[in-house]
Antibody, heavy 118, light 107 residues
Framework: EVQLVESGGGLVQPGGSLRLSCAAS????????MSWVRQAPGKGLEWVSY????????YYADSVKGRFTISRDNAENSLYLQMISLRDEDTAVYYC???????????WGQGTLVTVSS | DIQMTQSPSTLSASLGDRVTITCRAS??????LAWYQQKPGKAPKLLIY???SLESGVPSRFSGSGSGTEFTLTISSLQPDDFATYYC?????????FGQGTKLEIK
């Protein structure tokens, strides 16, 4: 069974940093591209960042470019999102998801809440 | 960026009703269109990919159609478990974008 488990969320002050992790199991993580998707409280879904299976291709939404860094460790079956210079508007539940080409976001984690507030 | 617009934003319907949700893209996304169902406090669940392909395990009362810029999600006979929020999403090009969501409520 495919499992994605996010961790690392919490309360952080504006301007602060946080590193999210996503632990994958139940599938061959190393051959899957992955994405982070977020959802602000009471709002819709927003794609944040993409990383290919080999880390050769990376994309970011304009709203996070220059502040967030996506990475992965295929040996550890883990996906990461390093977030710096956090803003109030980054407050959201952050989901990791498989980005499977023709099937788009087929599998999702349960999400981790990031709250940016003073 | 490709903008996705869903209609309606809210839909009130009764058990057994046939309902249709529309999604329009600001430019062609070919058939690279997915539909998700989300319930409160839960992660989205993939229902339809490539505009009309039913994800494994999803009931056959869900169907998708369309190509280019106009797409529809149809639920043929509403069941209690279907009351949720539905999102369309284009994955023709990055940045991938979602519609604003359609909340399906019990009438």
């Amino acid at each position: 069974e495919v499992q994605l488990v996010e961790s690392g969320g919490g309360l952080v002050q504006p301007g602060g940093s946080l590193r999210l992790s996503c632990a994958a199991s139940g599938f061959t993580f190393s051959i899957y591209s992955m994405s982070w998707v977020r959802q602000a409280p009471g709002k819709g879904l927003e794609w944040v960042s993409y990383i290919s299976s080999s880390t050769g291709t990376i994309y970011y939404a304009d709203s996070v470019k220059g502040r967030f860094t996506i990475s992965r460790d295929n040996a550890e079956n883990s996906l990461y999102l390093q977030m710096i210079s956090l803003r109030d508007e980054d407050t959201a539940v952050y989901y990791c998801a498989t980005d499977g080409g023709s099937t788009s976001f087929q599998h999702w984690g349960q999400g981790t809440l990031v709250t940016v507030s003073s | 960026d490709i903008q996705m617009t869903q209609s309606p934003s809210t839909l009130s319907a009764s058990l057994g009703d046939r309902v249709t949700i529309t999604c329009r893209a600001s430019q062609s996304v070919s058939s690279w269109l997915a539909w998700y169902q989300q319930k409160p406090g839960k992660a989205p669940k993939l229902l339809i990919y490539k505009a009309s392909s039913l994800e494994s395990g999803v009931p056959s009362r869900f169907s998708g159609s369309g190509s280019g810029t106009e797409f529809t999600l149809t639920i043929s006979s509403l069941q209690p478990d279907d009351f949720a929020t539905y999102y369309c999403q284009q994955y023709n090009s990055y940045p991938y974008t979602f519609g604003q969501g359609t909340k399906l409520e019990i009438k």
